[in-house]
Antibody, heavy 122, light 110 residues
Framework: EVQLLESGEGVAQPGGSLRLSCAAS????????MSWVRQAPGKGLEWVST????????YYADSVQGRFTISRDNSKNTLFLLMNSLRTEDTAVHYC???????????????WGRGALVTVSS | QSVLTQPASASGTPGQRVTISCSGS????????VYWYQQLPGTAPKLLIY???RRTSGVPDRFSGSKSGTSASLTISGLQSEDEGDYYC???????????FGGGTKLTVL
């Protein structure tokens, strides 16, 4: 059974940092791209970032480019999102999600975690 | 960066058929596959449709997807009360090199 479990949620001040983790199980982790997608309170889904299975290729939304860094540790089946220079508009539930097809980072996302709430407030 | 346009709301009565549209451009919907997600209240999104018109495992055949040019649609036939929630289209944009989500459509079953 595929499971994705986010951790690291919390409150940060504007300009501060947080790191989210996503522990994956139930599939061959390094075969699949992974993504972060967020949802601000009462709003729609916003894609944040994607990393391919090897970690060699990464993609970012303009809204987080240069501030957030996606990475993965395939030896520990874990995905990360380092968030720097946080802004109030980064307040959202952040979901990690698995690619639907192996070796296809730009495709659909078939398994999602429960989400980690990041609150940016002074 | 949301350049996929969906209606904000849709509604229908039980048993009816409802269609949700998603409008994009030649660099996303026309060029790449379209995906549809269902988000029921208080839950994480669920992938319903991939590759424009293919249902993921376990999705009832009441749900169907289609695409023509720069637009795509999700049709729900035989609407049920448990279908009430938010629906999002998504596609990769080859020009921007980003994943796009539509703004979402809130489906109400009357």
């Amino acid at each position: 059974e595929v499971q994705l479990l986010e951790s690291g949620e919390g409150v940060a001040q504007p300009g501060g940092s947080l790191r989210l983790s996503c522990a994956a199980s139930g599939f061959t982790f390094n075969d699949y791209a992974m993504s972060w997608v967020r949802q601000a309170p009462g709003k729609g889904l916003e894609w944040v970032s994607t990393i391919d299975g090897s970690g060699a290729s990464t993609y970012y939304a303009d809204s987080v480019q240069g501030r957030f860094t996606i990475s993965r540790d395939n030896s520990k089946n874990t995905l990360f999102l380092l968030m720097n220079s946080l802004r109030t508009e980064d307040t959202a539930v952040h979901y990690c999600a698995k690619a639907h097809r192996a070796w296809l980072p730009k495709g659909g996302l078939d398994y999602w975690g429960r989400g980690a709430l990041v609150t940016v407030s002074s | 960066q949301s350049v996929l346009t969906q209606p904000a709301s849709a509604s229908g009565t039980p048993g009816q058929r409802v269609t949700i549209s998603c409008s994009g451009s030649s660099s996303n919907i026309e060029r790449d596959s379209v995906y549809w997600y269902q988000q029921l209240p208080g839950t994480a999104p669920k992938l319903l449709i991939y590759g424009d018109d293919r249902r993921t495992s376990g999705v009832p055949d009441r749900f169907s997807g289609s695409k023509s040019g720069t637009s795509a649609s999700l049709t729900i036939s035989g609407l049920q009360s448990e279908d009430e929630g938010d629906y999002y289209c998504a596609a990769w944009d080859d020009s921007l090199n980003v994943r796009l989500f539509g703004g979402g459509t809130k489906l109400t079953v009357l």
